[in-house]
C-alpha cells in the first residue's frame, strides 16, 4: 500500500513489518512498549473523542508535550479528520501562546504536565477555547486526563470516521508549525501530508534504517526534523524509545543501545568536551595515549585514504580508545544525524575516526526540512559541508549568494500571511531560504551564513558572523558567542565561557576559581581569552578579525529571551541587553 497521508503510515507498518516495541516510553523505572497495533488502536479513539467534542475538518488542535508515545497516537488522531495539529514548544511563554491560539483558532490542546496545564490555562483566559477541550497526559488535578477522550472515543462511529479519512487528500493542510523568528512574532509554516510525506521519501536513500533498528528520540517533536524522521523510521518498521529527559539520556543510551538517533551540534559538542575533559584527568601512559587517539581522529577525512601507516594506526585507537566512545553510545551505534545548526568539522571528523558516522543535513521548517544530507557512506559525504542535495529537490544559488530551492517539500504559504508568503517565493516558483551558500566539489552544499545576519564594517566590508561565531566555539572553553560590529570599524565578540572548562583550565593553570561574575575579571583569565581569540583570528581575512572581546558571567537561554526555542541566538534582544557594553568596546 502506498503511504500517501501521514496516518497511512499506520497500516502500513501493521501490513509490512508490524512491531511489539512500535513505540516506547519509560514510565516508573521500566520501559513500556506499545505495539504497532496498540498506536493504530489508540489513534482511532482520540479521533472518535476529538469527533465528540465536534473537532473536523481542518480544525486546529495544539500539542504541547515534551517526546512520549501521546504525542504520536494524538498527532495520527488528528489528521485522521482531515484535522490540523498545531504543535508547539513547551518551553515557549505565555505569550507566545496566547498569540499563536488566536492566530491559528485553535479549538483544543493536548498538554502533557502541570507546568504547562497552567500556562494553556493562563494563555486561554478570554478565547474561544473550552476549559474541557484541554486533555492532560499526565493525571492533574482539575485537567480532563488523556484517558477521558479514550473513553469518549469508544463510543464513536467509526463509519463516519472511515469516510473522513477517506476524504482526505495528500495536499491537504497536516500541520501549522510556528517557527521561533529571532525578531517579531513567529510565524505559521503550513505543511502538507504530501509536503512532509515526500521529503521523507526522498531522504530515505540517505539513511541506512531497517525494521531490526532501533531508534532514542529526543529532539522535540514539534521541530519539524524529528517529525520528519520519525515517519520515516515508522515506515521503515523502526522502534523508537523516548529519552526521559536531557539529564539522564547517557543512561538512556546504555540502556536502549540505539542503532540511530538524531542531534543538534550542541549535544555532540557537550560529549564530545566531557570526554576531552576525562582525557585531562588521566595520568601517565593513559593520559598520552588519549591525547594521540585524539589527534589521529582529528585528521581524519571521509574523502581521502591516508595510508597504511594511519590505517593501522586508527584501526588501533578505535581498539583501545575509541571504543570506550561507543560503549557510551549504548555500543550498538551505527548513525548519528545532525541538524538545526552547522557541526564543527572537528567533532564529524573525531566521531567519523571512532566509527560512529555522524551525517549532517541542512533544511528549514518550509522545506519539510531536508534538502540537502551527508550521506552515511564516506563518499557521500564531505566534512565541512551539508552533503549532496536530495532526490528530487532542485537547489541553485542565486548571484548574492543565497540558497533557493524548489521540490514537493516545500511549504504552502506562511498561515495568515500571503505578504510575507510572497516576499520568500519569487516569480518562478524558488523558495528564498535566506541562507548563504556555495558547491564545493560541484555537488556538495556549503553553507557559509545567514543573508540578514550579515553585516558591514563602517569600512563597506561585509562580515558573516555565524563563521566566525562557529570558528571561537571550536574551542571547548566557549559556550557561546556573538559577533558584533554593524557599521564600526571592526569586529567584537560578547562570549560566554564554557564555566565546567574554564574550571578545569583554572586548575591546571593555578588560577583560584571563584565565581563565574569574578573569574571573567581575572587578568590571566581576560589574557588567554585575548589569545584564543587571537588564534582563530588567523582563519579570516584581516577585516573579518575580531579586535576586542568581551567576557560575560551569565548564559543565554530560552528563558531569558535571548535564543530561539532552536537554540538560536536572538541577536537584536541580546544587541540591546548589552547595548552598554557594545559601546563600550567602541568608544
Not at 473536523?56 to 504525542?71: H, L, Q, T, Y
Not at 536502549?256 to 555532540?268: C, D, E, G, S, Y
Not at 586508527?314 to 557510551?328: G, N, P, T
Request: one cysteine or more; aromatic letters at 10%; proline letters at 4%.
Amino acid at each position: 500500500m502506498d503511504v500517501r497521508r501521514a496516518f497511512d503510515i499506520l497500516p502500513y507498518q501493521l501490513e509490512k513489518f508490524p512491531q511489539a516495541d512500535c513505540l516506547a516510553a519509560k514510565i516508573n523505572g521500566n520501559w513500556e512498549k506499545i505495539s504497532t497495533q496498540q498506536l493504530k488502536d489508540q489513534a482511532e479513539l482520540v479521533s472518535l473523542g476529538l469527533r465528540k467534542l465536534g473537532i473536523g475538518k481542518d480544525d486546529k488542535v495544539a500539542i504541547i508535550s515534551m517526546n512520549r508515545p501521546e504525542w504520536m497516537m494524538a498527532d495520527f488522531g488528528i489528521s485522521q479528520l482531515g484535522a490540523v495539529s498545531v504543535p508547539m514548544y513547551p518551553s515557549i511563554t505565555v505569550e507566545d501562546y496566547r498569540y499563536i491560539f488566536a492566530d491559528a483558532g485553535v479549538k483544543a490542546v493536548f498538554i502533557s504536565n502541570q507546568d504547562l496545564y497552567d500556562k494553556v490555562k493562563a494563555a486561554t483566559a478570554g478565547q474561544s477555547i473550552p476549559a474541557d477541550n484541554i486533555f492532560s497526559f499526565d493525571k492533574l488535578p482539575g485537567a480532563r486526563h488523556f484517558n477521558e477522550l479514550l473513553e469518549m472515543g469508544k463510543g464513536g462511529d467509526k463509519a463516519e470516521l472511515e469516510r473522513m479519512k477517506a476524504a482526505v487528500q495528500p495536499d491537504d493542510l497536516l500541520t501549522i508549525i510556528y517557527t521561533s523568528g529571532t525578531t517579531g512574532n513567529p510565524k505559521g509554516v503550513m505543511l502538507s501530508h504530501d509536503n512532509i510525506l515526500s521529503n521523507c521519501r526522498n531522504s530515505q536513500p540517505f539513511v541506512p534504517v531497517t525494521k531490526n533498528d532501533s531508534a532514542l528520540s529526543f529532539l522535540p517533536l514539534c521541530h519539524i526534523f524529528e517529525r520528519m524522521v520519525t515517519y520515516l523510521y515508522m515506515q521503515n518498521g523502526v522502534s523508537i524509545y523516548y529519552a526521559e529527559s536531557m539529564e539522564v539520556i547517557a543512561d538512556n543510551l546504555r540502556e536502549v543501545k540505539p542503532n540511530i538517533f538524531t542531534t543538534v551540534p550542541r549535544l555532540l559538542e557537550k560529549v564530545y568536551d566531557k570526554i576531552v575533559a576525562k582525557g585531562h584527568d588521566l595520568t601517565g601512559v593513559k593520559k598520552n595515549l588519549f591525547f594521540w587517539a585524539l589527534n589521529l581522529g582529528l585528521e581524519f577525512d571521509t574523502q581521502e585514504d591516508k595510508g597504511f601507516l594511519y590505517n593501522t594506526q586508527l584501526k588501533l585507537a578505535r581498539k583501545l580508545i575509541f571504543s570506550k566512545w561507543q560503549e557510551a553510545l549504548g555500543g550498538n551505534i551505527r548513525v548519528i544525524v545532525s541538524g538545526g545548526g552547522a557541526l564543527q568539522p572537528r567533532l564529524a571528523r573525531v566521531f567519523w575516526a571512532a566509527g560512529i558516522r555522524v551525517m549532517e543535513g541542512y533544511g528549514l521548517t518550509e522545506t519539510s526540512p531536508v534538502i540537502a544530507v551527508g550521506g552515511f557512506e564516506p563518499e557521500n559525504n564531505l566534512i565541512g559541508t551539508v552533503g549532496p542535495i536530495i532526490d528530487k529537490t532542485e537547489v541553485k544559488i542565486a548571484a548574492d549568494g543565497e540558497i533557493l530551492t524548489k521540490s514537493a517539500s516545500v511549504m504552502k504559504g506562511y498561515y495568515n500571511k500571503p505578504d510575507l508568503t510572497a516576499e520568500v517565493f519569487d516569480e518562478e516558483g524558488w523558495f528564498h531560504t535566506g541562507d548563504i551558500g556555495e558547491f564545493v566539489k560541484g555537488r556538495f552544499l556549503k553553507i557559509t551564513d545567514r543573508k540578514k545576519e550579515m553585516f558591514k564594517t563602517s569600512g563597506g566590508k561585509y562580515i558573516a558572523p555565524q563563521v566566525i561565531e562557529g570558528k571561537l566555539k571550536e574551542s571547548p572553553l566557549v559556550e557561546q558567542a556573538m559577533v558584533v560590529g554593524d557599521g564600526q570599524k571592526f569586529p567584537s565578540v560578547l562570549l560566554v565561557p564554557s564555566f565546567d572548562e574554564l574550571k578545569g583550565w583554572c586548575k591546571r593553570n593555578d588560577v583560584e576559581y571563584t565565581t563565574p561574575e569574578q573569574i571573567i575579571k581575572n587578568d590571566k583569565v581576560q589574557k588567554m581569552y585575548q589569545d584564543l581569540v587571537g588564534k582563530y583570528n588567523q582563519s579570516f581575512a584581516q577585516w573579518e578579525q575580531v579586535k576586542k572581546q568581551v567576557l560575560l558571567p551569565n548564559q543565554w537561554t530560552v528563558e531569558t529571551g535571548e535564543m530561539t526555542p532552536t537554540m538560536k541566538v536572538k541577536r537584536k534582544i541580546i544587541s540591546n541587553n548589552y547595548k552598554d557594553l557594545i559601546e563600550s568596546m567602541y568608544s
